[in-house]
């Protein structure tokens, strides 16, 4: 089985930082993909940003601009760094990771969220 677990979540200020961290554990083979969604209250999950285990990444339009996402492919882990922090960016944020455990198998799995709150 793999597990994500996300930390760096919290309450911050408009205008502040955040860097949220996510670490994959498990029987891991490779892991093609890893990224975060958030979710708010009444709303639709959405796409924060993607980031492939070459380095390529892709941002969702809400975040783009104030988000910057990074791995450590040695350490399984994903990171997003948040910047100019606004009060519509309170949600709870998931990392998500497609994970092979084998050649044969691939398959995505959620972190358990952490909570994202910014104050006005």
């Known amino acids: 089985q793999v597990q994500l677990v996300e930390s760096g979540g919290g309450l911050v200020q408009a205008g502040g930082s955040l860097r949220l961290s996510c670490a994959a554990s498990g029987s891991i083979f490779s892991i093609p993909i890893m990224g975060w969604y958030r979710q708010a209250p009444g709303k639709q999950r959405e796409l924060v940003a993607l980031?492939?285990?070459?380095?390529?990444?892709n941002y969702g339009d809400s975040m783009k601009g104030r988000v910057t996402i990074s791995r450590d492919n040695a350490k399984d882990t994903v990171y997003l760094q948040m910047n100019s922090l606004k009060p519509e960016d309170t949600a709870v944020y998931y990392c998500?990771?497609?994970?092979?455990?084998?050649?044969?198998?691939?398959?995505?799995?959620w972190g358990q969220g952490t909570q994202v709150t910014v104050s006005s």
């Open positions: 980031i492939s285990n070459g380095g390529t990444t």
């Open positions: 998500n990771a497609e994970v092979m455990t084998s050649i044969w198998d691939q398959r995505p799995y």
